[in-house]
């Protein structure tokens, strides 16, 4: 009887440093890494790639995921058109990082739908979702009492509206990106806790987390990202007929408006105009003069910072040497437009196909995660129209792996 307990524990030993172990404990600590170290994060990602191709050269199984077109057809043609985008580049050396770093991004992308399709690990993973979000709301409440973040020792960001919290993301708008990808997960987490009468004494929990992290969002001061988060909230409430939800979102806007200081809705700069609308209408402008010069190829990924100042036909004196403030206009312009129009295809394709699995799963245990994930993309998504996130490493890795995690969610609703 010993004999085999020991037998037991030795095999249980032995599997945890088996290589796909390997990948989705380095992809844990990616997750945590992502929220206040780049370097972690890139270690991590380095280790959980080596380890998960090694698993799939071992086991001989190249194509570890149902390969669906309609997702890996439009990512196929955009990183090949980033390809092109590396041949014609003005700056070869900043386009390959460009381009590693992509490459990386759809790595991580398949790495996660791939590993995380198992109700374990997903269930190890929610641990490691709840503790991360619970030390970013530790270490942003210590840099709002105290001056400075807890773990990385980032100060305070002064603004016309308030101090701006930035906890170890370094810049407030990462954190922003951040929050509004993750809340809507644990809103929904706090709705599926709600309904159920076995972990209804659950839900006070989540709503303390989703109050805590709305608070936080509101002293990032980022109003791009609030009106992305609002924004993604409505849709989804409209696409869930939640008219009640809707209603009550209505109100509180309205009082909000009232209440908020008018530095919080409007920011003036020297001139007394609307300071953030104008810069983005120059920060824009640039950036299509770009594509207008280069619209196929564009100036080559990762090259925006230091190419669009030579096509900048009008030399405005404002936000000099700047990045666009426009995901997808700063990737038309590094690309060339029809590597922007591939990237929204998938994003079409791939909110359409969440939306078709939420659907297929309803009243099982995974339709309000994979709402509260594809609603988080979304948020994201948006927030890109007016920031530079998609070209950011810590939230766009936040992004992809996300994105990854739906996927896999899909495809054991799809087992179930």
């Known amino acids: 009887m010993r004999e085999e307990k020991r037998i037991v524990k030795i095999s249980l030993n032995a599997e945890q440093f088996q290589p796909r172990a390997i990948a989705v404990w380095s992809l844990f600590v990616l997750w945590f890494g992502v929220t206040f170290s780049l370097a972690i994060t890139e270690i991590a990602l380095t280790i959980a790639l080596a380890a998960w191709l090694f698993d799939r050269v071992r086991r001989r199984n190249f194509l570890p995921l149902k390969i669906d077109w309609t997702i890996w057809g439009p990512l196929s043609v955009f990183f090949i058109l980033v390809l092109f985008s590396f041949v014609a580049s003005e700056y070869p050396k900043q386009s390959m990082r460009g381009v590693l770093k992509i490459g ?75 929050l509004i990808l993750v809340l809507p997960m644990f809103g929904m987490l706090f709705v599926q ?19 805590a992290g709305l608070v936080l969002l509101f002293l990032t001061r980022s109003r791009g990202a609030m009106l992305a988060f609002i924004l993604a909230c409505v849709l989804l409430f409209l696409y869930r007929k939640w008219f009640k939800a809707l209603g009550i979102t ?105 939306m078709k699995y939420i659907k297929s799963s309803r009243d099982k245990p995974g339709e309000y995660p994979q709402l509260g994930i ?36 899909q495809k054991t609703s799809e087992d179930s």
């Not at 908020?260 to 104008?278: G, R, T, V």
């Not at 530079?388 to 896999?408: D, K």
């Open 104 to 178: 990386k991004y759809l790595l991580l992308f398949m790495m996660v739908s791939d590993l995380f399709a198992d109700r374990k690990v997903q269930k190890r993973f929610s641990l490691v979702f709840l503790f991360t979000f619970l030390i970013v709301i530790m270490d942003a409440s210590f840099q709002y009492a105290f001056g400075k973040d807890l773990l990385r020792g980032f100060i305070l960001e002064p603004s016309g509206s308030g101090p701006r919290i930035s906890g170890g993301f370094v810049d407030y708008s990462k954190m922003a990106a951040f």
């Open 374 to 409: 594809l609603t988080g993309c979304v948020c994201f998504l948006i927030f890109a129209l007016s920031d530079t996130v998609l070209q950011s490493p810590q939230p766009i890795v936040a992004f992809w792996f996300f994105s990854g995690l739906l996927l896999a969610y």
């Open 193 to 211: 806790a709600f309904l159920q009468k076995e972990t209804r004494k659950h839900s006070f929990f989540m709503s303390l987390l989703v109050f």
């Open 250 to 354: 209505c109100i509180l806007l309205v009082a909000l408006f009232f209440i908020l200081p008018k530095p919080m809705l409007i920011h003036l700069d020297a001139e007394f105009k609307e300071q953030s609308l104008i810069e983005r209408f120059h920060l824009w402008q640039r950036a299509w003069d770009v594509i207008d010069a280069k619209p196929w190829v564009g100036t080559g990924i990762n090259t925006y910072a230091k190419a669009h100042s030579k096509y900048d036909k009008a030399k405005s004196w404002r936000v000099r040497n700047y990045y666009a403030h426009n995901g997808y206009l700063q990737l038309a312009a590094e690309t060339g437009v029809p590597c922007l129009i591939s990237f929204l295809i998938f994003v079409l394709f791939f909110v359409r196909r969440g």
